[in-house]
C-alpha cells in the first residue's frame, strides 16, 4: 500500500513544478495548526482526502534519500575548518576575473596600490567535487552596465549599476492597469537601476561614449559618477588592447577553489551561478525539512500503521540537530558567503539567514510528534532538539549577521520572523512568540503593501512575479504562526490598509511574464481558507493553474478549520456550534465556500484610500518606508539597494 502511495506522489510531482526555486519536491515554507492535524486523524474528511494519500505517499519517498547531514558538503569546509559549521555560497554573486595588466606581465593578477586584498594569501577553503543540488534558487536575466569606481573606502562607495529591462510602472503591470493621475508620467529614476556595490574597482565599463559624464550622487557617497570616466565600446576595446592583457571572466586557467578566493565577485541579480550547487549543504536542509514534516504529519494521521513514520522522523531529526557525529551548529555564519578575497569572503551574509527558513516546518513537526505520543521521540531527542532550538534562538537574536536579516524590509525580515517566533512556540514562550509577530506586523508589514496589493520591495527585483509570491509564503507563515497562538494578524493592515489578501487579489491579476504561476497557487489556496471565497473566485483560479490542487497537499493545509482565528475560521466555528448545539472543536473540513453567507465580502473597495470633510474618498498618500529614514539607499539582498524614490510608482498604482 505504501508503495503505491509513494509511485502515486512521486507521479504527482513530475506533473508540476512547484516553484521557481527548484524546490519541485518542497511545499512552500509553513505552519499547520497542530490541534488540527491531531484531529484529523482521529476524524477523516472525504474533502482532503487525495491530499493527505499525497502526504502519506511523501513521508515515503522523502526519506528515501536520508538521513541528512551537512558535514558531507562534498569536502568543501567553511572558513572556520569545521564541517558541522552551514555553508552556502551567494547565488546572485560571480567571479568578476577580466583582470588586465600592463604588457609582459607574468601573474594572472597585478594589485593597484589602493587595493585591499592580496589574491595569494592562503585564506580560502579547500576545492570540491561533484555537484550537489542547490534547492531555493532560479534564474533570471538583466542587463547591466558598470560605472567603475576609483577605489572608495566603504561598500556604499563602491557602487555599479544594475538596470532591469525596460524597468518602469509599465514593465511590471499591463498598460490597462489604472494608476493614480501623478503616476502617470513618473518612472523609476534612471530606468530603475538598483545600486549595486561591488568587491572592487570594476573593469572600464563599454556602454557609455567618452562623451557622457554623470553628476548623480551616489548613494552613502561623497562622490558622484561623474568623478569616473566612461568610454565607448570601441574606444574601450582599443584602450584595453593598447595596454593591457587580460584574463577572461570566469577563467578556465583558474582552479575553481582559486576562483572562489583571488576573483573578486559581483551582483546579478536574478542570476544564479550555477556554481553553488557545488554544495549540497542547502539542498540537505530542504529534503531533511520535507521528510520530517511529512514523515511526523503521516504518523499522525496514519493510526495504527504510523510507527514507522514517527521513527523516520525521529532519526532523520537525530541525524541533523542531535548527534555529535553529524548534527550541524547552531547557527548561520557562513551562510550564503560572497566569495572573493579579503574578509568579505570569509564570513556569511544577512541573506544566508533564509537558507534556515525551513525551521519553521521542523519545528511544526516536531510540535506534532509530541502531541501525537509514541515510543520514538524519546525524552532524550526532546532534550536535544530543544538545546540546539535554544541555542539558535540566541544566535537570531545577537548575531550582527542576523540583526541586519531582522531589520530588512522586504522578504529577509519576513522569513527571518517565520523562525524566530516558531523556535519561541517549541520553547514555550508564547509571548514572545507573540511579540516578535506584532514586532514583523507593526513594522516591516506596514509599508510591505501598496493599495494596490502591489509589495514594491519584491517587484522592484528581477524575477517579480516570484519574489512577490515569496514574501507572501513567509507573510502568510507569520499570520498562520499567529493563529497557532490564538491572536489574528489576518486583518492586519499595511499604512495603506492593505492585507495580506489585498497582496494576494494583486497577485493574481499579474501577468507572470514567463515566470512560474503555481508560485501563487498555495498562497491563493491559503486566502481562500483564511478568508472565504463567496464569489468563488479562488476555486476558480486553483482550478485554472492548477487542476489537481485538491491532491495536493496544500490542500489539506489550508482549510477554515486549520485556520482558527481567521474570519472564516471564525465563522466555521460559529456555524459549527449553530449546527451542533455544542462547542466547536475545530476538526470539521468545511471547503471555504461552505461557511460563507451574505456579510461575508472580498477585500473592501476601500482599500488604500480614506476620506476627507466631505465624506469623499481619497487615496492614502505616499510616504517613503520607515526604512528609509536617515538613508539614501536601502539594502533588500546582498549588495542590492533601491532608493524611496525607485519604489515611489509602484506604491502609487491603483488598485485593479
Not at 489576518?490 to 490598509?497: H, L, N
Request: charged share 15%.
Amino acid at each position: 500500500m505504501r508503495g503505491n502511495l509513494c509511485l502515486q506522489f512521486v507521479l504527482l510531482l513530475l506533473t508540476s513544478s512547484e516553484s521557481g526555486r527548484g524546490e519541485a519536491l518542497s511545499d512552500p515554507n509553513d505552519w499547520i495548526n497542530v490541534q488540527y492535524i491531531v484531529s484529523q486523524g482521529r476524524q477523516p474528511n472525504t474533502l482532503t482526502g487525495s491530499a493527505r494519500q499525497s502526504i502519506l505517499g511523501g513521508a515515503t519517498s522523502t526519506s528515501s534519500g536520508g538521513p541528512w547531514t551537512i558535514t558531507k558538503n562534498n569536502g568543501i569546509l567553511p572558513p572556520s575548518r569545521d564541517s558541522h559549521d552551514y555553508l552556502s555560497w551567494a547565488p546572485y554573486h560571480w567571479p568578476d576575473c577580466n583582470w588586465c595588466q600592463p604588457k609582459g606581465a607574468t601573474q594572472i593578477w597585478v594589485p593597484s596600490n589602493n587595493s585591499q586584498f592580496d589574491p595569494t594569501e592562503p585564506d580560502y577553503y579547500d576545492d570540491g567535487g561533484d555537484w550537489g543540488d542547490y534547492s531555493n534558487l532560479g534564474s533570471g536575466n538583466i542587463s547591466e552596465s558598470h560605472a567603475a569606481a576609483s577605489s572608495p573606502p566603504s561598500a556604499r562607495d563602491r557602487m555599479v549599476r544594475i538596470r532591469r529591462e525596460k524597468f518602469s510602472v509599465d514593465n511590471i503591470l499591463d498598460a490597462s492597469t489604472p494608476r493614480r493621475s501623478q503616476v502617470q508620467a513618473i518612472h523609476a529614476p534612471s530606468a530603475g537601476a538598483l545600486w549595486i556595490p561591488t568587491t572592487t574597482s570594476a573593469p572600464i565599463p563599454s556602454t557609455v561614449s567618452p562623451s557622457t559624464t554623470r553628476s548623480t550622487s551616489l548613494p552613502g557617497s561623497q562622490a558622484t559618477t561623474s568623478d569616473h570616466a566612461f568610454l565607448s565600446d570601441d574606444d574601450a576595446q582599443e584602450t584595453i588592447k593598447a595596454t593591457r592583457k587580460c584574463t577572461p571572466s570566469p577563467t578556465t586557467g583558474l582552479a575553481p577553489s582559486a576562483t572562489w578566493t583571488t576573483c573578486p565577485y559581483v551582483t546579478r541579480d536574478g542570476q544564479v551561478n550555477p556554481d553553488v550547487r557545488t554544495l549540497t549543504g542547502s539542498s540537505s536542509v530542504t529534503h531533511m525539512t520535507q521528510a520530517v514534516l511529512y514523515n511526523a504529519f503521516a504518523h499522525a494521521l496514519a493510526g495504527a500503521q504510523s510507527a514507522s513514520y514517527q521513527q523516520e522522523a525521529a532519526s532523520v531529526l537525530d541525524t541533523f540537530f542531535i548527534s555529535p557525529s553529524t548534527a550541524m551548529r547552531p547557527h548561520m555564519n557562513f551562510g550564503q558567503i560572497v566569495r572573493g578575497p579579503g574578509k568579505k569572503g570569509q564570513q556569511g551574509t544577512f541573506t544566508g539567514v533564509l537558507d534556515m527558513r525551513g525551521l519553521v516546518r521542523v519545528i511544526n513537526a516536531v510540535m506534532v510528534l509530541r502531541a501525537t505520543g509514541g515510543t520514538a521521540w524519546t525524552a532524550q531527542r526532546e532534550a536535544g532538539f530543544k538545546a540546539w532550538v535554544t541555542s539558535y534562538v540566541s544566535w537570531l537574536e545577537q548575531s550582527p549577521i542576523a540583526i541586519k536579516a531582522a531589520g530588512s524590509p522586504n522578504n529577509h525580515g519576513t522569513f527571518f520572523v517565520n523562525q524566530l517566533a516558531a523556535a519561541k512556540i517549541l520553547l514555550g514562550d508564547k509571548q514572545g512568540a507573540i511579540a516578535a509577530l506584532q514586532g514583523y506586523f507593526g513594522h516591516q508589514f506596514l509599508d510591505q503593501i501598496a493599495s494596490s496589493g502591489e509589495q514594491p520591495f519584491e517587484a522592484v527585483r528581477t524575477r517579480p512575479f516570484h519574489y512577490r509570491a515569496f514574501n507572501l509564503e513567509a507573510m502568510i507563515t507569520n499570520a498562520k504562526l499567529g493563529d497557532e497562538l490564538g491572536v489574528d494578524f489576518w486583518t492586519a493592515k499595511s499604512k495603506y490598509g492593505a492585507s495580506i489578501q489585498t497582496a494576494v487579489n494583486y497577485l493574481m491579476t499579474v501577468d507572470p511574464r514567463g515566470e512560474d504561476p503555481l508560485d501563487a497557487v498555495p498562497h491563493v489556496a491559503a486566502v481562500a481558507a483564511a478568508y472565504g471565497d463567496p464569489s468563488g473566485k479562488y476555486m476558480a483560479y486553483l482550478q485554472r493553474v492548477q487542476s489537481t490542487y485538491r491532491s495536493r497537499p496544500y490542500w489539506f493545509y489550508d482549510q477554515p478549520a486549520a485556520l482558527p482565528s481567521s474570519p472564516a475560521g471564525r465563522r466555521l466555528h460559529v456555524a459549527a456550534e449553530e449546527a451542533s448545539g455544542t462547542a466547536f472543536d475545530g476538526v470539521l473540513d468545511f471547503p471555504a465556500t461552505a461557511v460563507n453567507n451574505s456579510t461575508t465580502t472580498g477585500e473592501p473597495d476601500s482599500a488604500g484610500v480614506s476620506a476627507d470633510d466631505e465624506g469623499r474618498s481619497i487615496p492614502i498618500p505616499f510616504e517613503c518606508p520607515a526604512v528609509f529614514e536617515g538613508e539614501e539607499a536601502v539594502e533588500i539582498d546582498d549588495d542590492l539597494f533601491v532608493t524611496c524614490e525607485e519604489l515611489r510608482p509602484l506604491y502609487e498604482l491603483l488598485y485593479p
